[in-house]
């Protein structure tokens, strides 16, 4: 029931920052912890960042951790991830993703995943 859509992507230079944001309808969305994944040219999907439902708990992969922020605002129904200090290894398709969950997650076993968003960085 729940529906989700990233926006934000595009053609960044190494070095440079990027928002991405995720619109959430169909659901309550303060039930939701929500995550970003991303999915790279002959690469897996990976986990990149989750927050919860209030916003009290967030976690990042390695990778990200220091350049990367994730957010939500509830009364706008939207989460955010700010990337800062692209890389080219940042390349990917960013998917947005939910989960009814209470506390810390670390965005296993998503319910709800968004269409994604192309982020393609240049060197």
């Known amino acids: 029931q729940v529906q989700l859509a990233e926006y934000g992507g595009g053609l960044v230079q190494a070095g440079a920052a990027q928002r991405l944001s995720c619109a959430a309808s169909?659901?309550?969305?303060?039930?939701?912890?929500m995550a970003w994944f991303r999915q790279a040219p002959g690469k897996e999907r990976e986990f990149v960042a989750a927050i919860s439902r209030g916003g009290a708990y967030t976690n990042y992969t390695d990778s990200v951790k220091g350049r990367f922020s994730i957010s939500r605002d509830n009364a706008k129904n939207r989460a955010f991830l700010q990337m800062n200090s692209l890389k080219s290894e940042d390349t990917a398709v960013y998917f947005c993703?939910?989960?009814?969950?209470?506390?810390?997650?670390?965005?296993?076993?998503?319910?709800?995943w968004g269409q994604g968003t192309q982020v393609t960085v240049s060197s």
């Open positions: 169909g659901g309550t969305f303060r039930l939701y912890a």
């Open positions: 993703a939910a989960k009814n969950t209470l506390g810390a997650w670390y965005g296993d076993r998503p319910e709800y």
